[in-house]
Every structure is written in structure tokens, then in C-alpha cells.
T-cell receptor, first 117, second 113 residues
């Protein structure tokens, strides 16, 4: 039973196209994230949602739009894809306990490898 | 703002030898610190974490890390490397005031037979 699942696992597309990646978690967590991992394995946070509310938006181009229909789902839509968008995109979730510090333990999906030609 | 620096993008050790992966952090408040491991074509998984309890933290697969405030370090060790330890290792920091977890650039661990 996959805890954090992402689809699709691989995406190959042309520059200028629009694509979406979906993420679902069945852990009951309140917080979900999108991270981008580049070819050098550098992992950079993009967005974070807590219970459907956007709480982190890290200087990501407007072409990237996250959407959280409910706290178990966080999707990422990318418009007008560019070559530099090629990367592995990871969805993650964590528990956010009200009144205490976030433990920061992230549960990751297996990643969605996006290749822009 | 918090940050982590991992010394050495690649580390090679012989099977059975000591593994030492270095991580230094910067944080304006007492941090939470983590080590994650990433096997090829997989997501990251938590190895261990420090959240202001014991300074020596034991994790999965025989790994442990020691929080040293005076050195702002959180190095990862394992007494005896196994071939299955070959992977990418990431140190991460959280100040906990928001949900932002910042990762280091990773260290690829190679195990030599």
C-alpha cells in the first residue's frame, strides 16, 4: 500500500507544452510538498500546503501552479514548459502537529521524471 | 535562514570500513536535523533525526549521528559499511517555525568491494 504516490512516473514532452503531475498520500498527513531535484541531485523546495492552504511558495515561476483539492492530494501543473524544467519532481508529506514544532519528517513519493525536449 | 553544508559530494569506503559523512548546519534557533537516504530511482527516506533530545541519535540500518552544537555539526557514521549502503545521502535542517525543510547538496557514498 503506497503511502505517497505520484503519477506519472515519467513524462517526456516538447517545449511550450503544459503538463500536470498528481500526488496522493494515504498517511493522514496535513502537510504536503513539492520538491524539484535537478541533474546534480540538488533538492529544492517549491511549494508546501497545509490542509489545502498554501504556506510556502519559493520563488517559483508563475508557470508552476500547485492545487490541493483536499489535504490528501497535491497536484502540480506546469504551463509553457522550458528546457530548464527538466528534473525529477518529488511530492512529500509530513505531520504538522498544532501547537508544537513540525518534526520535519518527510515521506516522499518515488518521483516524477520530467524531460523537456 | 537555516542552511546545511555537506562536505564531499562523493565518498568512497571499502566494505567493512567506517562510514563518515559530514554535515554542518547554520540556524538562528536550535534546529531539527535529519539525514535522508536516496537509493537509485527512488524517493528519499528518513535515516534518523535530531529534535533536541539525546545528542547521539541512532537510525535505521546501523547508522547514527551526533549533534555537536559547538561545532554546528551533525555527521553521519556507520561502523562497518555494507554494499547495500551505496546511495545518495542528504543532510537536512528545519527551524520548525514553518514547514520548510532545507536539504544539503547530497553526498554519494560508494562502497568498494
Amino acid at each position: 500500500d503506497t503511502a505517497v504516490s505520484q503519477t506519472p512516473k515519467y513524462l517526456v514532452t516538447q517545449m511550450g507544452n503544459d503538463k500536470s503531475i498528481k500526488c496522493e498520500q494515504n498517511l493522514g498527513h496535513d502537510t504536503m510538498y513539492w520538491y524539484k531535484q535537478d541533474s546534480k541531485k540538488f533538492l529544492k523546495i517549491m511549494f508546501s500546503y497545509n490542509n489545502k492552504e498554501l504556506i510556502i511558495n519559493e520563488t517559483v515561476p508563475n508557470r508552476f501552479s500547485p492545487k490541493s483539492p483536499d489535504k490528501a492530494h497535491l497536484n502540480l501543473h506546469i504551463n509553457s514548459l522550458e528546457l530548464g524544467d527538466s528534473a525529477v519532481y518529488f511530492c512529500a508529506s509530513s505531520i504538522r502537529t498544532s501547537g508544537t514544532r513540525n518534526t520535519g519528517e518527510l515521506f516522499f513519493g518515488e518521483g516524477s521524471r520530467l524531460t523537456v525536449l | 535562514a537555516q542552511s546545511v553544508t555537506q562536505l564531499g559530494s562523493h565518498v568512497s569506503v571499502s566494505e567493512g570500513a567506517l562510514v563518515l559523512l559530514r554535515c554542518n548546519y547554520s540556524s538562528s534557533v536550535p534546529p531539527y536535523l535529519f539525514w535522508y537516504v536516496q537509493y537509485p530511482n527512488q524517493g528519499l527516506q528518513l535515516l534518523l533525526k535530531y529534535t533536541s533530545a539525546a545528542t547521539l541519535v541512532k537510525g535505521i540500518n546501523g547508522f547514527e549521528a551526533e549533534f555537536k552544537k559547538s561545532e554546528t555539526s551533525f555527521h553521519l557514521t556507520k561502523p562497518s559499511a555494507h554494499m547495500s549502503d551505496a546511495a545518495e545521502y542528504f543532510c537536512a535542517v528545519s527551524e520548525g517555525r514553518d514547514d520548510k525543510i532545507i536539504f544539503g547538496k547530497g553526498t554519494r557514498l560508494h562502497i568498494l568491494p
